[in-house]
């Protein structure tokens, strides 16, 4: 097979591989614009998504490896990742659905549950179907029990890439028993291009009157608190870092922002504007729309710099930004929050947009 390399400089043979007895590879999309966003079926990953800054350089803005490999051994095992069964995290790996205890899921987060356990869908082979140019299709089935999750569950999640420069992820499930589903992508997002030592001076702003406190394992502690007065509040434009070490017991519990922002909505599934982030060095704007309540704004706390990247770049501490849009943290054990439960007959589908255009006057 000819190997392709990426405009971001990856070499899809890097990719290729076998796990489990199935293959892996590197999807490349490209628009009439030029821009490129690559997808790798291991993980669902996001690998690298390369856009034009206000001086038309061609600029990767997802933080990532170089190939199959590097991400098999990373210590960020979440890089660009689909996460499920249940993104975010569950109380002390336990939840109850319908009078039946389900204590069997992996704590790999101190006591809670995170990003689906020990073999989430971020580190799975899923299948995959590149529809066009523009477009792949990947799916996934988790068995009943797999990671203490009741029910058979099939995934499917499509990456486009529009000629608005607009990345759309599309997911649908479906189950054969009652479950609990939350998913989302965990892009690690840097618009002065990935690589860029700090994040700090972006500009950020939120669609969200109320966010999630949290105790100390991340926990939400029941009803969400408004943003107004606090470093929370993005309400109008502020840098990243404008705030981000205040004397701010959330900030600090995070070691950064790493909270659940609930979103003002008209109604609950309507896709509509989350997050603007724009970055002064490049110009480059992303817009996020979701049809999911709420989105977890991570800004890389526990990134150190150690961790060798794409072309040998390296990632300090908030160096990045993730836009995690999903449900709510522990939603199974909170009958007040929007409900999780997937039911047999039932689809789950959800869609986020991240879109990018330059601002010249940054």
Same mark, same amino acid.
């Not at 392709?4 to 043979?13: N, Y």
């Not at 990953?45 to 600029?59: A, E, F, H, Q, Y």
């Not at 792949?136 to 009943?144: C, G, K, M, N, W």
């Not at 394992?217 to 029941?222: C, D, E, F, V």
């Given at each position: 097979?000819?190997?392709?390399?990426?405009?971001?400089?990856?070499?899809?043979?890097?990719?290729? +591989?076998?796990?489990?007895?199935?293959?892996?590879?590197?999807?490349?999309?490209?628009?009439?614009?030029?821009?490129?966003?690559?997808?790798?079926?291991?993980?669902?990953?996001?690998?690298?998504?390369?856009?034009?800054?206000?001086?038309? +350089?061609?600029?990767?803005?997802?933080?990532?490896?170089?190939?199959?490999?590097?991400?098999?051994?990373?210590?960020?095992?979440?890089?660009?990742?689909?996460?499920?069964?249940?993104?975010?995290?569950?109380?002390?790996?336990?939840?109850?659905?319908?009078?039946?205890?389900?204590?069997?899921?992996?704590?790999?987060?101190?006591?809670?549950?995170?990003?689906?356990?020990?073999?989430?869908?971020?580190?799975?082979?899923?299948?995959?179907?590149?529809?066009?140019?523009?477009?792949?299709? &990947?799916?996934?089935?988790?068995?009943?029990?797999?990671?203490?999750?009741?029910?058979?569950?099939?995934?499917?999640?499509?990456? $486009?890439?529009?000629?608005?420069?607009?990345?759309?992820?599309?997911?649908?499930?479906?189950?054969?028993? /009652?479950?609990?589903?939350?998913?989302?992508?965990?892009?690690?997002?840097? &618009?002065?291009?990935?690589?860029?030592?700090?994040?700090?001076?972006?500009?950020?702003?939120?669609?969200?009157?109320?966010?999630?406190?949290?105790?100390?394992? $991340?926990?939400?502690?029941?009803?969400?608190?408004?943003?107004?007065?606090?470093?929370?509040?993005?309400?109008?434009?502020?840098?990243?870092?404008?705030?981000?070490?205040?004397?701010? +017991?959330?900030?600090?519990?995070?070691?950064?922002?790493?909270?659940?922002?609930?979103?003002?909505?008209?109604?609950?599934?309507?896709?509509?504007?989350?997050?603007?982030?724009?970055?002064?060095?490049?110009?480059?704007?992303?817009?996020?729309?979701?049809?999911?309540?709420?989105?977890?704004?991570?800004?890389?706390?526990?990134?150190?710099?150690?961790?060798?990247?794409?072309?040998?770049?390296?990632? /300090?501490?908030?160096?990045?930004?993730?836009?995690?849009?999903?449900?709510?943290?522990?939603?199974?054990?909170?009958?007040?929050?929007?409900?999780?439960?997937?039911?047999?007959?039932?689809?789950?589908?959800?869609?986020?947009?991240?879109?990018?255009?330059?601002?010249?006057?940054?």
């Amino acid at each position: 097979m000819k190997n392709e390399f990426t405009l971001s400089g990856l070499s899809a043979e890097s990719f290729r +591989k076998t796990i489990n007895g199935k293959e892996t590879a590197l999807y490349i999309l490209k628009n009439k614009t030029g821009s490129e966003l690559t997808v790798t079926n291991y993980g669902a990953k996001i690998v690298s998504l390369t856009v034009p800054d206000r001086n038309g +350089k061609w600029t990767d803005v997802v933080a990532g490896h170089d190939s199959i490999d590097d991400y098999l051994t990373s210590k960020e095992v979440y890089f660009g990742a689909v996460c499920g069964r249940y993104a975010n995290r569950i109380a002390n790996a336990a939840f109850t659905l319908d009078g039946v205890v389900y204590d069997r899921l992996a704590a790999n987060n101190g006591p809670n549950a995170l990003h689906g356990g020990a073999v989430g869908f971020n580190a799975v082979v899923w299948d995959a179907k590149q529809v066009d140019e523009r477009s792949v299709e &990947l799916s996934y089935t988790a068995a009943d029990g797999e990671e203490g999750f009741p029910g058979t569950l099939q995934t499917t999640v499509t990456y $486009s890439l529009t000629d608005d420069n607009e990345v759309v992820i599309s997911y649908r499930a479906t189950t054969d028993k /009652p479950t609990v589903l939350n998913l989302t992508n965990h892009s690690y997002f840097n &618009l002065s291009g990935a690589g860029d030592h700090s994040v700090g001076d972006h500009v950020l702003t939120f669609n969200a009157d109320f966010y999630l406190p949290t105790d100390e394992t $991340s926990i939400p502690l029941g009803a969400p608190e408004k943003v107004e007065g606090t470093p929370m509040d993005f309400r109008s434009p502020h840098k990243v870092g404008e705030r981000i070490n205040d004397d701010f +017991k959330p900030l600090i519990i995070g070691r950064g922002y790493d909270h659940t922002f609930i979103l003002n909505k008209p109604a609950p599934g309507e896709l509509t504007f989350a997050a603007r982030c724009s970055s002064p060095k490049t110009g480059i704007v992303m817009d996020t729309f979701t049809t999911e309540p709420g989105v977890q704004l991570y800004t890389g706390n526990w990134m150190t710099g150690n961790l060798r990247g794409k072309h040998g770049q390296r990632y /300090p501490r908030q160096s990045a930004l993730c836009f995690e849009t999903q449900h709510y943290p522990d939603s199974p054990n909170k009958p007040d929050y929007p409900t999780t439960v997937l039911r047999p007959g039932e689809v789950f589908q959800s869609q986020t947009v991240y879109k990018f255009s330059i601002e010249y006057n940054l």
